[in-house]
């Protein structure tokens, strides 16, 4: 299983991206999806995240100007992000955590990252 993160870019203030994070492999289902931001010299941190039934949780940083979604057929999580600002730049991971199952019918879990997509706010 893997995930591959796509969308970053440069934007200036006020501007929108939109991220995704579309999971492949032998998948039997996936649970939480979401996605964190690490900017220089600051901590991983979590930005939004979202159930396999659709529960979202944001930071507040966040609050009202990203939404998260997700497309369950497609394994794949969504970032909209408008009124983007200057401390909205970092480098996005996308993250989730499933179940495969293996040739003898065994159920693994996993929980990985993608390999992350800068997003540059600057004028």
């Known amino acids: 299983v893997q995930l591959q993160a796509s969308g970053g870019g440069l934007v200036q203030p006020g501007g929108s991206l939109r991220l995704s994070c579309a999971a492949s492999?032998?998948?039997?289902?996936?649970?939480?999806m979401g996605w964190y931001r690490q900017a220089p010299g600051k901590q991983r941190e979590l930005v939004a995240d979202?159930?396999?039934?659709?529960?979202?949780n944001y930071a507040d940083s966040v609050k009202g100007r990203f939404t998260i979604s997700r497309d369950n057929a497609k394994n794949t999580v969504y970032l909209q992000m408008n009124s983007l600002k200057p401390e909205d730049t970092a480098v996005y991971y996308c993250?989730?955590?499933?179940?495969?199952?293996?040739?003898?019918?065994?159920?693994?879990?996993?929980?990985?990252w993608g390999q992350g997509t800068q997003v540059t706010v600057s004028s």
């Open positions: 979202i159930t396999s039934g659709g529960s979202t």
């Open positions: 492999g032998s998948i039997f289902s996936i649970n939480a």
């Open positions: 993250n989730a955590d499933g179940l495969s199952v293996d040739a003898y019918d065994t159920y693994i879990a996993w929980r990985l």
